[in-house]
Every structure is written in structure tokens, then in C-alpha cells.
């Protein structure tokens, strides 16, 4: 199957210090040499630990900053090499829904103009059709026609996410990240938004990216998972496979996170301790070794690459066993 | 459906929301007494500047010889001056002049001052610091001197009274929308409208600058009593409009010399002056408590 999108060692360096004639003292590594691929139609997670890079990772492959290095290829084009007018068909093919609802609608705008940008901007459609095309989407999403002339201040979280969501697939897009979909929601609506991506994404053959932290809402729509730590990617694995047998520390610590209803289930849990390390500073070898409980010598001295053990990645010296 | 009961169908629920914005903003206004008073106020003045001349129960400019320097009378209900024009006519003559003056610096200073402030906001950085020094140049001179130098420098005439005062405002206003800029461009919809693909130009112009726009509007209707008594300033020390434009200023100039004797040359238009100003201010206290969101809700 030919991959719809294909990123190489993507890295992500923000400065710190420096100006003008003045280089900058040190780097923030929030994203630093991921790699991974999306094949159409799939729905692809990235989870991780607040701090972790998993925003900054979304942010650059849609280029809003600009990654320091690394390829992002789309149907086999890097888009990382797409300059002036091309960079805007960029959005065409990819489209993002941001984590807080609240404040990524402007609140001056009617919803239909929020929702008509996208086509006006790309000038995908006429004047006179832009309504309908806007009405035709608000109501896939579960919204109505009364619902054009309002501002987003009038709408619930569930509600403005929807709109978010108009205005990403008013556009077609192939691809769409979504940036913590539901952590800014209550959880009765959490569901709600969860299964209307699941029915938009048979309805437009949608591919998802997913960023979350949230372990049971990934294990409930993701196929693969890609777990990621301190800006790298430690393991990535079909959903299922992963949950039940994690072959990474990190990865096996966060699931034995998750909380468990049953209180007779005693399990031989990671509970991890101490603090993600600056990823200014990250450890020397591999980045996990500060926290992990097997770790070595050999983990301080060199870092272990992200290598396949049938179609699971790991990047582990002493990856665990069944 | 047809696409037209839709547009009707739009415009009932768009009508709505801007109805319901308004008497919501309306009910807020209501509570101030003083900014109530103030738009009465302002109401009065914009009426009197333009329908008054037509009422105006003399000439402005001509005079009758015969009548200089009577007391305020049934006849001449604020006396007339030592050109025996009618002084009630030239009060209300001048608050069309004023007005004017008001409203053209505003538009200008405003609008210069915004798209200054928010493309310095918004691209930060070199033009950033370029806007701002220049900014800053303007920052250095008091807001009265700077408009007599522009004044006295251009010769004196309301066009260039107007112009002086625009230059001497806007730097105001620029570093306001400025602020906003700043703000607004790290804000989530602002990335997310970047995400659609749009173009540097639009989002400054479409989404960044529709909302550095209040605090603006605010501290313009501040601004207008100064505005107005800047203007009254340089016509009273000659630098703004010529006799026998019948301007406040000038009219207060005039009356100077018989201030002992014949009081109502310079009272009448200086009071004026001061409802006019104190309408302004009120209304702009006003604006700001119920438009700006940190002082309220």
C-alpha cells in the first residue's frame, strides 16, 4: 500500500537566548529525530506525557513552525520543500482540529464565516455556493442551519469542537491531525465528538493522526500507537498488541497507569519515578535510562535506535518479554 | 429549499444576534447614569452641528454694526460681539466646525495609528522595532507643541489644523493596537486560521485587526474632547482657522479683550467647549467600562 504520509527524522530545535548577532545559548530538542509513516485510511496515535513534544510534533508537520530538519512526505512529496503558493496547498491535504475549542474559534466571526474560510481562501468554491457547501458540512457534523449566524461564544465545548471539525473537512482534506480531540471536553460529550470522528472518517475516507495523552480513548480509536518520550519515538505497534504486551519500559509503565475497576487485580506494575529530564539537556544514551528500572550502563553510553521486532518498533537496549 | 428562503431564513437569525448583542450592550450602557448623559449630550451636539445652521437665527459672519456688544437679549439670546454678529448663531455654527475637525482627526489618527500598531504588533520583530522607534520619535514631542509646530509649520488654515492634530494623535492609538496585535497573534484561532492556509495579509487585516479595534474606539471617543479642545487651543492662539470662521477658539480669542465689560463674548463658546468636551468624556468612560471585557464580565 503506498503511504500517505512518510516522515523522516523530523526534528524540531527551538533556541534559547541569542538575538541579533548573538547565537543562541542552548536548544530546546522538543522534537528530535521522529519517524514514522501513515497509511490511508489508518488512524495512526501519538501518545505521550505532557511536555513530550506531541504538540510541537503536529505543529510541524503542518509547518505553523517550521521544523529545524527531517522530511515529512505526502503521497511521496516533501512538503517540507514547498515554498510561496505551494506551502498553502499544503492545508488542502492536511487539515488540523485543535485541543481547546474554546479558543481556537475567533470570536468575532459567525460560524459561517469560520467554517467558509477555508474554501474562500482556497477559492474551492463560488460565491453563491459557499452557504450551501457550509450548511451541507455543519449538518454531517450535527449542527443546523440556525446555527450559521451565531458567534462561537453561543455554542457548548462539544458543540465548537464540531464547528472546529466543519471547518477542517470543509476543506477535503486527506489527512487530519487532531490535537487532543477531547481533552477539553466533559466526558459525556468526550464520547460523543470520539464517535462522530469514527462516522466522518468512514463517510469522507479520512486518515486521522491522533495526539493524546489519554491511554483509553487511543485504545478505543487508534490502529497503531506511536508512544513518544523526551521528543523521540520509543515504540510504535498495532493498538491491540501494544496494550497487551508492551516491549518498551516507558510504554509498559503508562498503561500500567491506567487505573484499573477491578481492585482484586494485583499486577506487577513500572511505576515510574522522578521527573521527565529538560529536553535541553536530555541524558546521554538513551533518553528514558533516568527512569527506567532496567536500565545499564550500556543505556548511558549509547542510544538505542527505534528497530523493528516483527512489525512492532522498539527503541530498547533490553526490550521487555512476553 | 429554494437558496432564497434561505437567505431569509439567514437574515432572521443574523438580525437576531446582532439585535440581542445590542440590547445587551444597551442595558450595560443604561446603568451609567453619567455616560447616559453623556450620549445625551453628544446626541445634542451632533444634531446642533448638523441641522443648527439651518435654524440659526442669523448670519454667522455678518453682522449688524449698529447691534456690537449688546448683552445677552431676547433678541440676541447671547449678545453679540464687537462686530455686532449674533453670538448664539456663531456657538452653533461652531460646533459643526468643531465636529468636523473631530470626526475627520479621528478617522485619520485612528486609522493610521491601528494598522501602524497592529502590522508592528503582528510581524514583530525588524518591523517591530522600525514602527516603534519612529513610534517613539513622535512619543517625544508634547501632543499640543507637536500640533503647533505641524500647525504653524503648514500655515494656518482648518485643513492643516485637522492634519497637525491627526499627526500629533495617531502614535497613541499605534502603540494601543500594537499591544493587541501582540496579544492576539499567539492566540489559538489566529494559528488555527494559519492551518487553512491563509495568506499573512489576511490574517492581519481580517482576523488580527478586527480585534485590536475596541480599546481603540474607546480611547477615540476619549480622545475627541481633547480633539476638539486642541483644535479651539490653535484657533485661539491663531495657528488654527482664520476669522471670521466662526470657530470656538477664535471666538474666545476675540472676546479676550472685553472680558471685563462685555463677558459674554468668551463665556458663551468656552461653555460650549466644556459641555461638548465634558459629553465626550462621559460617553468615552462609559464605552470603556461596558466595551472593555476585564472591567466587567
Not at chain 1, 505497534?237 to 508492551?246: I, R, S
Not at chain 1, 521527573?275 to 539537556?281: A, M
Not at chain 2, 450620549?39 to 444634531?47: E, H
Request: aromatic share 10%.
Amino acid at each position: 500500500m503506498s503511504r500517505l504520509l512518510q516522515v523522516r527524522n523530523l526534528k524540531k530545535h527551538f533556541p534559547i537566548g541569542g538575538g541579533l548577532f548573538r547565537d543562541p545559548t542552548d536548544f530546546v530538542k522538543a522534537v528530535d529525530g521522529v519517524s514514522f509513516d501513515i497509511e490511508p485510511g489508518e488512524v495512526f496515535g501519538v501518545v505521550g506525557e505532557s511536555g513530550c513534544g506531541k504538540t510541537t510534533l503536529a505543529r510541524s508537520l503542518l509547518r505553523l513552525i517550521e521544523p529545524t530538519g527531517g522530511s515529512v512526505s505526502l503521497n511521496g512529496d516533501n512538503i517540507l520543500e514547498w515554498q510561496g503558493s505551494d506551502k498553502k496547498r499544503i492545508y488542502r491535504h492536511m487539515q488540523i482540529v485543535f485541543q481547546d475549542p474554546y479558543s481556537s474559534l475567533h470570536p468575532r466571526k459567525l460560524v459561517k464565516d469560520i467554517v467558509s474560510e477555508g474554501l474562500v481562501i482556497h477559492g474551492l468554491a463560488e460565491r453563491s455556493e459557499v452557504r450551501e457547501r457550509v450548511l451541507d458540512m455543519l449538518q454531517r457534523v450535527g449542527l443546523n442551519e440556525e446555527h450559521l449566524f451565531r458567534y462561537p461564544h453561543e455554542f457548548s465545548g462539544g458543540q465548537r469542537q464540531r464547528i472546529a471539525l466543519a471547518r477542517a473537512l470543509v476543506l477535503h482534506p486527506q489527512l487530519i491531525l487532531l490535537d487532543e480531540p477531547t481533552s477539553a471536553l466533559d466526558v459525556s460529550v468526550q464520547s460523543k465528538i470520539l464517535n462522530l470522528l469514527v462516522e466522518l472518517k468512514e463517510e469522507f475516507g479520512l486518515t486521522y493522526l491522533i495526539i493524546s495523552h489519554d491511554l483509553s480513548v487511543m485504545q478505543y480509536v487508534c490502529d497503531r500507537i506511536g508512544v513518544m518520550y523526551l521528543g523521540k519515538l520509543v515504540e510504535v505497534g498495532q493498538t491491540e498488541d501494544l496494550f497487551a504486551v508492551p516491549k518498551h519500559p516507558y510504554t509498559k509503565s503508562l498503561i500500567d497507569s491506567i487505573p484499573s475497576l477491578d481492585p482484586r487485580v494485583r499486577r506487577e506494575r513500572i511505576i515510574l519515578e522522578g521527573d521527565v529530564p529538560s529536553p535541553i539537556n536530555p541524558p546521554s544514551g538513551c533518553s528514558f535510562r533516568t527512569r527506567c528500572p532496567y536500565a545499564d550502563k550500556h543505556c548511558t553510553e549509547v542510544e538505542p535506535p527505534l528497530e523493528a521486532i516483527r512489525d512492532r518498533w522498539v527503541a530498547c537496549h533490553y526490550p521487555l518479554e512476553e | 429549499m429554494s437558496v432564497a428562503t434561505g437567505w431569509v431564513k439567514d437574515f432572521q437569525h443574523r438580525y437576531k444576534s446582532q439585535l440581542e448583542s445590542a440590547l445587551y450592550f444597551w442595558s450595560y450602557l443604561r446603568r451609567n447614569t453619567l455616560s447616559v448623559i453623556g450620549i445625551l449630550v453628544i446626541f445634542v451636539f451632533i444634531l446642533v452641528a448638523a441641522f443648527g445652521p439651518y435654524f440659526a437665527p442669523y448670519n454667522p459672519v455678518k453682522g449688524e454694526t449698529s447691534d456690537r456688544l449688546q448683552g445677552p437679549s431676547a433678541e440676541h439670546w447671547f449678545g453679540t460681539d464687537q462686530l455686532g454678529r449674533d453670538i448664539f448663531s456663531r456657538v452653533i455654527h461652531g460646533a459643526r466646525v468643531s465636529l468636523r475637525i473631530a470626526m475627520i482627526v479621528a478617522v485619520i489618527a485612528g486609522t493610521v495609528g491601528t494598522v501602524v500598531g497592529v502590522t508592528s504588533g503582528y510581524f514583530g520583530a525588524l518591523v517591530d522595532d522600525l514602527l516603534m522607534r519612529v513610534t517613539d520619535m513622535f512619543f517625544a514631542f508634547p501632543k499640543l507643541v507637536l500640533a503647533m509646530a505641524v500647525a504653524a509649520a503648514l500655515g494656518p488654515d482648518l485643513e492643516n489644523v485637522i492634519f497637525a492634530i491627526a499627526i500629533a494623535s495617531w502614535p497613541v492609538y499605534a502603540r494601543l493596537a500594537r499591544g493587541e496585535a501582540l496579544a492576539v497573534r499567539e492566540e489559538d484561532y489566529i494559528e488555527a486560521i494559519r492551518a487553512l492556509g491563509a495568506g499573512r495579509m489576511r490574517i492581519l487585516f481580517l482576523h488580527v485587526l478586527p480585534m485590536c479595534i475596541t480599546p481603540i474606539i474607546i480611547q477615540v471617543t476619549l480622545d475627541m474632547g481633547f480633539i476638539i479642545l486642541t483644535a479651539a487651543g490653535l484657533g485661539f492662539i491663531g495657528f488654527g482657522a482664520q476669522p471670521p470662521t466662526p470657530e470656538w477658539g477664535i471666538m474666545i480669542a476675540e472676546g479676550r479683550n472685553f472680558i471685563t465689560s462685555q463677558w459674554w463674548l468668551s463665556t458663551f463658546p468656552g461653555l460650549a467647549i466644556l459641555v461638548t468636551v465634558l459629553g465626550f468624556n462621559l460617553l468615552g468612560d462609559g464605552l470603556r467600562d461596558v466595551l472593555d471585557p476585564r472591567l466587567t464580565r
